[in-house]
């Protein structure tokens, strides 16, 4: 299972920009995709969850600004963020918790490489 983040970049101040996320390989379902995100010198933390029944979480300083969504047809999650902030940059990962074809009942935690957010003016 392999998970491909893209739509980082350099934006403005107040400015929008949208990740997607899309898992491919031997996936039976996947239940929680989410994006979390690491600034220099901090712990990584989580930006927000959704459920494959399309419930969310975010975390409080992203309410209102950012929105998740997810396709479950192609298997991709994305996060539209707008009213960026330099304190919104950071590198953004993506995580999965995927139930393999052939696992059983058992599900596994998979991480993308990650897409670097730089808010700037």
């Known amino acids: 299972v392999q998970l491909q983040a893209s739509g980082g970049g350099l934006v403005q101040p107040g400015g929008s920009l949208r990740l997607s996320c899309a898992a491919s390989?031997?996936?039976?379902?996947?239940?929680?995709m989410g994006w979390y995100r690491q600034a220099p010198g901090k712990q990584r933390e989580l930006v927000a969850a959704?459920?494959?029944?399309?419930?969310?979480n975010y975390a409080d300083s992203m309410k209102g600004r950012f929105t998740i969504s997810r396709d479950n047809a192609k298997s991709t999650v994305y996060l539209q963020m707008n009213s960026l902030k330099p304190e919104d940059t950071a590198v953004y990962y993506c995580?999965?918790?995927?139930?393999?074809?052939?696992?059983?009942?058992?599900?596994?935690?998979?991480w993308g490489q990650g897409t670097e957010v730089t808010v700037s003016s």
């Open positions: 959704i459920t494959s029944g399309g419930s969310t």
């Open positions: 995580n999965a918790e995927v139930r393999p074809i052939g696992s059983s009942y058992s599900t596994f935690n998979y």
């Open positions: 390989g031997s996936i039976f379902s996947i239940n929680v």
